[in-house]
């Protein structure tokens, strides 16, 4: 990607609803886990809809496999991209790119 302002590694749903919440949802991409402790991808994806749904569409899943039918499901609901684990910087990149509509490299 061009310039970077800033980033934030989060450590689970919870986090990033804190996170979110206290930031107003001023981020241009958010690359969320499905799978994460105490609050998963999919709730996180349901509590954005509800507090900033302009930043729904600026979420990026990645899954090391949908393993329940739920999980299955959301990802085939979803119009934004999601990426199946293990997956190219590259890849990850791009769609970060394409998202924040901000050029690669």
Same mark, same amino acid.
């Given at each position: 990607?061009?310039?970077?302002?800033?980033?934030?590694?989060?450590?689970?749903?919870?986090?990033?609803?804190?996170?979110?919440?206290?930031?107003?949802?001023?981020?241009?991409?958010?690359?969320?886990?499905?799978?994460?402790?105490?609050?998963?991808? @999919?709730?996180?994806?349901?509590?954005?809809?509800?507090?900033?749904?302009?930043?729904?569409?600026?979420? @990026?899943?990645?899954?090391?496999?949908?393993?329940?039918?739920?999980?299955?499901?959301?990802?085939?609901?979803?119009?934004?991209?999601?990426?199946?684990?293990?997956?190219?910087?590259?890849?990850?990149?791009?769609?970060?790119?394409?998202?924040?509509?901000?050029?690669?490299?």
């Amino acid at each position: 990607l061009g310039p970077v302002g800033s980033t934030f590694r989060g450590f689970g749903g919870r986090q990033a609803i804190e996170v979110l919440g206290r930031t107003g949802g001023k981020f241009d991409a958010v690359i969320c886990d499905l799978m994460m402790p105490d609050v998963d991808g @999919i709730d996180l994806h349901g509590w954005v809809k509800d507090h900033f749904p302009s930043l729904e569409r600026r979420m @990026i899943f990645v899954t090391g496999g949908a393993a329940t039918l739920r999980a299955r499901e959301f990802l085939a609901s979803l119009s934004t991209p999601w990426l199946e684990k293990p997956f190219e910087m590259e890849e990850l990149l791009r769609r970060v790119a394409e998202i924040a509509g901000r050029p690669v490299g």
